[in-house]
């Protein structure tokens, strides 16, 4: 067989190409962490200007490639590592995790079926094993990896949709949508995630099948009004297919009354999903592990690793109560899952996922788990949480400052406020900051709505950061602000 450089084989000139590709890559990472800036501040203009493709008919060879990747994306990402960076639900990532990364991508396995990835098949059941039992559900491998929150939340609302209909006989998967399909809702608050409506869209119902609940002043799920929603509902003729709590709202890190929820959904009979995306990290807590109450009593769960698990972008899971309902799902591929490979018990995850081809992501999860022990992990889960609550008695010594919400996981809601009390000019403001400490390079602050009040958020994910970080952070957005005022 002729040799094909740019291959990754087992030939000496393959490994050889291999080896210097990476390194000359690992040795611009090492350099971009070296940089001090959280962002060199440059703006959609002048990246869109400045990043231009180079695909030549010759080709420029890996190490081109590699030194145009350092230039036009390396050195203009967001440290996400930075401890201003505190925008979103977006981590910094184990050093186990990169590793991770190094074996997943080399080795290529796809997880679509046991031929393709014979002991990553293995270690991921395993880890849904060891994760159903974290939730405290049977024991049991019903549940898959996924892309993430996105994901996993379709696959519990697609899930509820065909049990709801399987109960009155028909198959979705085989006969398609039937009846008023109008009075079919979903049931979540107002503060879950906006997949739940993206996915029933996708699901062919619409935004309209979507009830939000109303919250409480801690962005939880109202249960007097779920309970009043439902009865609504009732009296006008609609069906309830899912309730989605959520555990750890994007904004607010809110987690709904759980067993009441499932009490709820049980006396109704309704499939309650629980959207544990940020918030299934406590399931490894020292100290916050029993804010999940409740979460064992639900059908389905969404959860997260690449949250406050720390684990790299992509890593989620998608776990289900009773394994009968994968039967909804259930399709053969005589090439993939075959009736011979099922009677025969190898495990091809193809039937437990949306996705074929998919990546060994459990792998991340696994080695993270091995390498930091359950002790270091529940600490730097529970770093952000403590912090949290830290910040927010910082924040209300602040005259300046107004805490906009108590925090309930690693999530800080709060202010400036400014003199000028009118709301409009208010909410202004505190965008304008948000936009300029990033426009600047120096933070990457969040700006978003809780009860109504626009105001900035810091996600505070990073177990490195401390109070004193912080304090450098809230310094910036006064300064920001009072330049604003007097701009
Ligand atoms: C509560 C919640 N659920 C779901 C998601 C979506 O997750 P992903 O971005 O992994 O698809 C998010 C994203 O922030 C989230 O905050």
Redesign the pocket.
Known sequence: MSEVNPILSGSAQSVAAYQEAIEQSTRAVVEWLKQPEMYQGKTVEQLRERIQLAFTSEGLGNQAAIERAVEYFLKDSLSVHHPQCVA??HCPSLVISQAAEVLINATNQSMDSWDQSPSATIIEVKLIEWLRDRVGYAAGDAGVFT?????S?LMGLMLARDAFFARQGHSVQQHGLMGNLSKLKVFCSKE??F?VQKNMALMGLGYQSVTLVETDAFSRMDVTDLKAKLAQAKANGEQVMAIVA?A???DAGAIDPLTEIAALASEENIWMHV?A??GGALLLSEHYRHYLNGLELADSV?L?F??QFFQTI?C?AFLLKDARHYELMRYQAAYLNSDFDEEHGVPNLVSKSLQTTRRFDALKLWMGLEALGKKQYAAIIDNGVTLAQQVAEYVQAQPELELVMTPQLASVLFRFRPEQQDPAFVALLNQRIGDVLLASGSANVGVTEANGITCLKMTLLNPTVCLDDVKVLLASVKETAQKLLTA
């Open positions: 979103h639900l892309s993430g929150g996105t994901q939340n879950a995630h997949s959520t750890g709202t994007t959207d995306a940020w969404t997260d690449h949250k992509s989620g």
